[in-house]
């Protein structure tokens, strides 16, 4: 009788049914499938030391930041910190055992049991601390909205942004191999791994860049220029020569934008001005040129400047050169404060250089800002300076956000801004203005960057609140004033690329008024912290963030300096520029 000669299959073995392809091999001994594998095929396969790292960068995404944030958001920083730290945890583990000259080891099965009880927990805790820690922010700003939702969608957000990045890195490192094979064919191996990582990273950048970056940004750029050519609602055409599109107007009224047709028809009447006054007042003159009044900026700024004298403008007591925002937005509160303050004897003009938003602007369009804010104050400038000294009107020049950095780029410096204006407020700089860097960076000793003083402010000056003081209070500020708006809790001001590998000065510093002492940082988890903050900086209460309504009424009685009014009239003016009922 034929005995059964056949090896029975072997028993599964007790490290766990299969390894990671991120650089380690399939546990020896096992053979044919076991229980979930097919639910395994459709997860990537994961590193231990990338799960743990992924794990840490997680749990300090939820460590607060400069805003309040929402579930849906808090789980695509979450998602992204977890991704980074994956990756620098499979890079570290690799390094290290290049090092110790082995190969990966397949981890236990009590390995990965751990890995869960730590992630149960840890995630818990640091999800529960960072709720405390948003109600506080919250709390700071006096914003009551909160959705349960949204937090509870969280982790879930978390999960999907982390699994797409992964399968996204995996799949770069899959034509990395096929990339360093094909080369192999021609040159040496080492060459050919080299080589194989320039030509995927290249390419990666080229596609972001090239591809998926400048085609969001002109597909946005053709949907907000469609919308430029709508009027917002209870717009109307002016119908006094003094604002651009009016009678007699240089600058057609279908060519002045969307924001340009709300600049020009909107602001204080002479009438509202006299009744905050209790004086006589003039109506104000105001004069803009859009993207389709002319092809250039300077043809628009020459456009603009033209108008502007048609109006009389030049013949006004103050003249305000303002630089604007993203798709030509002027805030309201800054040039109505100025009207207001001036008794109407007041011109303001400005122009578009975009259609974009302002977050979009901010990080596409700031050469076009630069070269707006020297073209329209240059043509100012040149018909100003050639008027008699003693019919001269005061110039000004302001902007907020992208704003300020145009409007920087007129001036050389302090001195530059002392000699040719009679005094400048911007608002909410972005980090990298040239001349607000210059004064912060070379602030004296002791003062902190939130609030910074630059030589002994005899002309520069900084405030988040200019109703409490501007310091350096007691000492003497004669002559141009120039006046930087800018709150702790505004990520315009702070977000720099540089946050990703250094702390900054007002992180190590006692934070600002509206900023949790609890927040520290972090390499990489601050900068997407940050970043994320950036496209809703202006969703918060007047006063933080990149909000700046009422701080114009007493940033421009700083800068102006008018008389007759009291501290009870710029109560009145703020509850009017902005009001809180």
């Known amino acids: 009788m034929a005995h059964d000669t056949s090896v029975p299959p072997p028993s599964p073995p007790n490290g766990p049914p299969s390894h990671d392809d991120d650089g380690g091999r399939e546990e020896a001994g096992h053979v044919g499938p076991s229980p979930g594998s097919r639910w395994r095929r459709l997860l990537p396969r994961l590193t231990l030391p990338g799960c743990w790292t992924a794990l840490v960068l997680a749990c300090l995404s939820f460590t607060p930041s400069l805003l309040p944030r929402g579930g849906v958001l808090q789980g695509l920083i979450c998602g992204i910190s977890a991704a980074i730290g994956y990756g620098i945890g499979v890079v570290g583990a690799y390094v290290w055992r290049a090092f110790a000259d082995r190969d990966a080891r397949p981890p236990s099965r009590g390995s990965w049991r751990l890995l869960l009880i730590g992630a149960v927990i840890l995630f818990g805790l640091a999800f529960g601390f960072g709720q405390y820690w948003q109600h506080q922010i919250r709390g700071l700003m006096g914003v009551t909205d909160y959705n349960v939702l949204t937090a509870v969608a969280c982790p879930f957000v978390a999960a999907l942004v982390f699994w797409l990045l992964l399968l996204t890195g995996r799949g770069l490192r899959r034509l990395y191999h096929w990339a360093a094979r094909l080369l192999g064919r021609w040159i040496g191996p080492r060459a050919a791994r080299v080589v194989g990582w320039i030509v995927v990273v290249g390419l990666a950048w080229a596609v972001f860049s090239g591809v998926l970056l400048g085609g969001f940004v002109n597909a946005a750029n053709e949907a907000f220029s469609v919308r430029d050519t709508q009027t917002p609602e209870g717009v109307h055409q002016p119908t006094t020569a003094l604002r651009s599109g009016g009678p007699g107007s240089l600058v057609p009224w279908d060519t002045l934008g969307r924001q340009g047709r709300a600049f020009a028809a909107g602001g204080p009447t002479a009438a509202q001005i006299g009744a905050f006054t209790h004086r006589p007042a003039q109506e104000p003159v105001r004069a803009y040129a859009g993207l389709e009044t002319a092809d250039s900026t300077e043809a628009r700024a020459e456009r603009a400047v033209a108008d502007l004298e048609r109006a009389g403008g030049f013949t006004r007591k103050n003249l305000l050169v303002m630089t604007t925002t993203g798709s030509g937005w002027v805030d309201p509160a800054a040039v109505d404060s100025f009207e207001y303050l001036g008794d109407g004897d007041s011109a303001t003009v400005a122009m578009q250089y975009s259609y974009l938003p302002s977050w979009m602007s901010y990080l596409v369009d700031q050469s076009k800002a630069r070269a707006a804010g020297r073209d329209l104050f240059d043509a100012v400038y040149d018909v100003w300076s050639k008027l008699p000294q003693d019919r001269r009107p005061r110039l000004f020049v302001a902007g907020e956000s992208l704003g300020s950095f145009g409007g920087e780029t007129a001036f050389s410096g302090a001195h530059d801004l002392s000699n040719r204006t009679a005094g400048t407020l911007f608002a909410g700089p972005p980090n990298f203005n040239t001349l607000f860097r210059e004064f912060s960076d070379h602030r004296e000793p002791g003062s902190p960057e939130i609030e910074p003083v630059y030589k002994d402010g005899r002309t520069v000056r ?92 007493d940033g421009w009685n700083a800068v102006m300096r008018p008389t007759g009014f009291t501290a009870q009239d710029l109560d009145r003016l703020r509850e009017i520029i902005h009001p809180q009922g």
């Open 462 to 553: 900084f405030t988040d609140d200019p109703t409490a003081g501007i310091p350096p209070t007691g000492r003497p500020w004669d002559g141009t004033r120039v006046l930087y708006l800018m709150h702790p809790s505004d990520p315009i001001v702070w977000w720099s690329p540089g946050l990703a590998l250094s702390e900054p000065a007002w992180i190590r510093e006692k934070p600002g008024t509206d900023v949790l002492g609890s927040m520290v940082w972090m390499p990489f988890v601050t900068f997407w912290q940050v970043t994320a903050d950036l496209p809703f900086s202006t969703g918060v209460p007047d006063g933080h963030g990149h909000t700046y309504k009422a701080a114009y009424v």
